[in-house]
């Protein structure tokens, strides 16, 4: 009797607990919206995967190349212009990862491992997967997956607690066993139907993401095909995105009929996803002279002779690697085929700061500059070139005509606050340290910046104004959070 009164005591306990979403829950009371947002709000979402963004560009798995970062964010934004959610906004990344993944975060953070991308046999399968998991964001499914298992571990817990009450009354220990384990065998079912749920719902949202952003909506399936034949008899061998996104026989034929319904078309790479792949390949190389005998030996192949990709693959290999006579003749030969692409500039003019031909490289970074004004890539190696070249206000310029027209990454803030500071703006250095910790979601050094910044003499009149409007703004977020989210009373203890 004891343990009976025990049990119903921690039963009427749980109850009082539950959120209003989960003591309402009811299959014949009217829609009231997505249930997702009694547990997260869009804001709390941006809060969590801001933080695990965070995380992952301290530890350094985050690729910072501007190269790879501004490729992943033309694909995913060309995506993610199609969604439906027009409130949600989405950052695309590069994890350094040999491992065939790909992943959403709260807040629409998107994350894509290296290995995935060297594992695409064209653009469109890339896009398939990236379109993928953005319909995992603007179908609210992290959300709806912690409101599913909240109310599933309360459905669990009253179950076992009746296992318990059966076996007080019974005075078996077997009853009691028995129950618990298909009380945890059917919470578990039920979570696996929903993330099997989850992930049709995502591919037929990505397939039309797919379609109207101009890929071939046949790459989606056609990926997930690809990596089925991969499979291996054990499930640690198959790739991590089969594991994360359990691709079945039934989902890649929907996926592919879905496809098939609409218009189908033969899309061709991007010189963009040919040259990033090569650049991956590059970065990922160790020792750097690795990928020299690779990309030797697709051009000597019949099939990657024509492959630009590879051509300026071996460029770039002979670049990291230090060859820079042979980095110079290599980029001299893509230039003179094509001119229309930005990489063999930078490049070129990067081999030439390599063998100390110091007037030769600015005056390849001015004529690319003047081709394409205000190109991320271009603009963040010109000015690494300026800062190496002690003149960091020239850089400072730049980066800030970059900044006033192009929503920057937080390693360009970083980058034009190392310039300011080097040219000895420090006031300015503070003020963009600022902003770099904001977007990095730190409020409080962001406001320490700001207020460092303010202490710096000789500010003009122009300056002591956004940094005070700016502190000003950042205090008032800072002052509802807390508000908002007070800290827990500590108990005073009686003597």
């Keep these: 009797m004891k343990l009976i009164r025990r049990a119903i005591a921690i039963l009427c306990m749980v109850t009082i607990a539950l959120p209003p979403a989960a003591v309402a829950a009811d299959d014949d009371l009217p829609d009231i919206g997505n249930p997702a947002n009694t547990v997260l709000s869009r804001e709390q979402e941006r809060q969590i995967g801001r933080s695990i963004y965070k995380s992952l560009r301290n530890t350094g798995v985050v690729i910072s190349d501007?190269?790879?970062?501004e490729y992943i964010q033309d694909v995913g934004q060309k995506l993610a212009a199609r969604a439906t959610?027009?409130?949600?906004?989405?950052?695309?990344?590069?994890?350094?990862?040999?491992?065939?993944?790909?992943?959403?975060?709260?807040?629409?953070?998107?994350?894509?491992?290296?290995?995935?991308?060297?594992?695409?046999a064209n653009e469109s399968e890339l896009a398939g997967v990236m379109a993928h998991e953005i319909a995992h964001v603007t179908q609210r499914h992290i959300s709806r997956a912690v409101f599913a298992n909240q109310r599933a571990s309360i459905l669990t817990m009253a179950a076992m607690l009746g296992a318990i009450l059966l076996g007080a009354a019974t005075g078996s220990g077997d009853a009691i066993q028995g129950a618990v384990i298909a009380a945890q065998g059917a919470s578990a079912q039920q979570q696996i139907n929903f993330t099997?749920?989850?992930e049709y719902e995502a591919d037929r949202v990505g397939v039309?993401?797919?379609a109207a952003a101009g890929f071939d909506p046949r790459g989606m399936p056609s990926f997930f095909e690809t990596l089925a034949r991969q499979t291996g008899p054990l499930a640690s061998q198959a790739p991590e995105f089969l594991r994360t996104h359990p691709v079945t026989v039934n989902r890649i034929a929907e996926t592919r009929a879905r496809a098939d319904q609409l218009t189908e078309r033969d899309v061709a790479d991007s010189t963009g996803y040919r040259l990033m792949r090569a650049r991956l390949r590059v970065l990922g190389a160790r020792p750097p002279e690795a990928a020299l005998d690779y990309f030797r030996s697709q051009l000597a192949s019949v099939a990657g002779s024509e492959d630009i990709g590879n051509a300026y693959g071996l460029a770039l290999a002979h670049l990291y690697s230090g060859d820079f006579a042979a980095a110079e003749r290599e980029f001299d030969a893509l230039l003179e085929s094509d001119d229309s692409v930005i990489h063999f500039h930078s490049g070129l003019a990067q081999a030439k700061l390599g063998l100390g031909q110091r007037e030769a490289a600015f005056r390849v970074y001015e004529r690319a500059m003047e081709l394409f004004p205000r190109n991320v890539p271009l603009t963040v190696r010109y000015a690494e070139a300026l800062m190496e070249d002690q003149r960091p206000k020239d850089a400072h310029r730049i980066l800030l005509d970059l900044l006033n027209v192009v929503p920057p990454t937080p390693e360009q803030v970083r980058l034009i606050a190392m310039a300011a500071s080097a040219a000895q703006d420090?006031?300015?250095?503070?003020?963009?340290?600022?902003?770099?910790?904001?977007?990095?979601?730190?409020?409080?050094?962001?406001?320490?910046?700001?207020?460092?910044?303010?202490?710096?003499?000789?500010?003009?009149?122009?300056?002591?104004?956004?940094?005070?409007?700016?502190?000003?703004?950042?205090?008032?977020?800072?002052?509802?959070?807390?508000a908002e989210n007070p800290p827990p009373r500590q108990e005073s203890k009686q003597p």
């Design 85 to 120: 959610d027009t409130e949600q906004k989405f950052r695309f990344f590069v994890v350094k990862d040999p491992a065939i993944n790909a992943f959403a975060l709260p807040g629409g953070y998107i994350g894509v491992h290296s290995g995935l991308l060297l594992a695409t």
């Design 196 to 198: 099997r749920s989850n």
């Design 208 to 210: 039309g993401l797919l």
């Design 66 to 69: 501007p190269e790879v970062e």
């Design 426 to 482: 420090t006031g300015d250095a503070h003020y963009y340290m600022a902003e770099y910790h904001l977007m990095s979601g730190d409020l409080l050094l962001a406001a320490d910046e700001l207020r460092i910044a303010l202490s710096i003499p000789g500010l003009n009149t122009v300056q002591r104004a956004r940094f005070e409007s700016r502190l000003v703004e950042i205090q008032e977020v800072i002052d509802r959070l807390q």
